[in-house]
């Protein structure tokens, strides 16, 4: 018998590392829709088999991750939606909010223009937005563990706090991501995600609950993460770059690559980040065990 049979996904990875968890994404498309959500939220069709099967291509083509959004409590759908189109990448990441009345408008939008600089489709958002996942269909956790996160938040936040779809790493529930920068937490208390935000406002970072940005990858989430543990370093003081492949992994198999960090006044580090195994458990609530490793840093060493 596995040890972790009949616990939630959430509490079965307590002891998994969190930095190098944040899903990658650099553009999102994020659009309001009050009902009910599917598991999936293309596969599913919420939004009507046309319009969901067009942008499946679309944001497929775009790289653009499609993410279903809703004010948390019970709210009467007026017949207008936000649609939130963002662009998360660690440098240059920007928001912009349009209303649409129809589904077809989404069509309408050219979500190539989410890898660049803010095209002016809609009104520029200012202030740091927060997602929470919601998303019960796809897991219980996030339900049980998000909405209450939610709802502190927006008592405190009004207008900047929604519930959203999938948003990856359920198992980390309760998850959030704060737009645009693509910094992505788990396991928050309400303290934490409060805290979490704040600091956004400030122009900082809070370590408590951090996975990564979304804008990186895995290893350069991890390095990051392991500098801003030992230096002070306000939201984008820092810069992240992945150092060529090794023939490292061929001497270490643990070996996950490296990356190189460095600050807006000079100073630089190479962290370098090595997988480690746990024991096999569940990834989604009911789901069957199944293997899991997690990043780690190395030690992080100064760049003269």
């Known amino acids: 018998m596995n040890a972790f049979d009949g616990l939630p996904c959430s509490s079965a990875a307590a002891d998994v590392p969190l930095p190098g968890t944040a899903t990658r994404v650099s553009g999102w498309l994020c659009v309001e829709h009050p009902g009910a959500w599917g598991r999936d939220v293309i596969g599913d069709e919420v939004l009507g088999a046309e319009i969901t099967a067009e942008l499946a291509a679309r944001t497929a083509a775009a790289r653009v991750r499609p993410t279903l959004i809703r004010r948390p409590g019970r709210h009467e759908f007026t017949g207008a939606r936000t649609v939130l189109l963002v662009n998360s990448r660690a440098e240059g990441g920007w928001c912009e909010r349009i209303e649409i009345t129809e589904l077809e408008q989404l069509l309408d939008l050219d979500l190539h223009l989410l890898d660049g600089p803010p095209p002016g489709l809609g009104e520029p958002v200012t202030d740091p937005l927060v997602l929470v996942c919601a998303h019960g269909k796809r897991d219980q956790c996030c339900a049980l563990l998000g909405r209450p996160i939610a709802a502190a938040l927006s008592a405190a936040h009004p207008g900047q706090v929604w519930e959203c779809s999938h948003t ?137």
């Open 168 to 304: 990856g790493g359920h198992r980390f529930a309760p998850a959030m991501v704060l737009l645009p920068s693509g910094l992505t937490y788990g396991r928050v208390d309400a303290a934490a995600a409060t805290e979490a935000v704040a600091a956004v406002h400030r122009g900082e970072v809070a370590l408590t609950g951090l996975r990564g940005r979304s804008g990186h990858k895995p290893v350069e989430q991890v390095a990051e993460l392991a500098v801003r543990a030992e230096i002070a370093a306000g939201l984008d003081d820092l810069t992240v770059r992945s150092e060529p492949e090794k023939n490292s992994v061929a001497i270490d198999p643990t070996y996950a690559g490296s990356a190189l960090v460095t600050h807006r006044d000079g100073r630089r580090w190479r962290v370098a980040a090595r997988t480690v195994a746990f024991a096999p458990r569940q990834a989604s609530c009911g789901a069957g065990p199944k293997p899991v490793t997690a990043l780690v840093a190395d030690p992080i060493q100064p760049l003269h």
